[in-house]
């Protein structure tokens, strides 16, 4: 229930702000195994609003602990469910409570650059993303977050009219294999790094959206 209350009050928020997102390659989510793992750019706080809109399932995130000391922010998050890292050194806790959350059936949320852009470039990706999948053998879905930097900016306060775009990518299915080592995780870290920023480029170039997708 506390996900489809999520879900309504970010739609609301969102029309309200004059936020709204066009989503494109909800085509590469059919016959896809459940869970999966999202995997995408991180531009804005705003990013996790505008997935519980408009993302066509529910996902949970991995998000830094201190979101959760955001008011308003912080309680829905909480509420819903996102698991709070803390971002010196590994965290043991935060990787088995999204390792339980993927055995439950649930889809997980990752930023993989770990840390927001400013100018919606996209930054070099971590390898924690994929690992986490190999070890719990579900695929991945790149995502393509585009506007939301525009929304809310890095260490900006100030909330800005601004359409969204979310470009679901083609998924990786490679991490559902019996055995994905180390160089094999840096690989696809890689691939899917390349997949979003080709298709950050594509849209800057003005292509269609259906050919970004493809």
Known sequence: MHHLMGHIACRLITALSLTEAEVYGEENLEGLPRPFLLMMNHSSHWDPVEIWAYFPEFVNFLVKEELHDVPIFGTMSALSGNIPVHRNGVDVKAIKMALRLLKDGINLGIFAEGTRTEDGTILPFKEGGVALASRAKVPIVPLYISGTHRILAKK???????????????????????HCDKARQTELTQEIELKIRNAREMEMNGCDPKKIVA
């Open 156 to 178: 900006s306060r100030i909330l800005r009219a601004e359409r969204v775009r979310l470009y679901i990518l083609k998924p990786v299915l490679t991490t559902m294999e019996a």
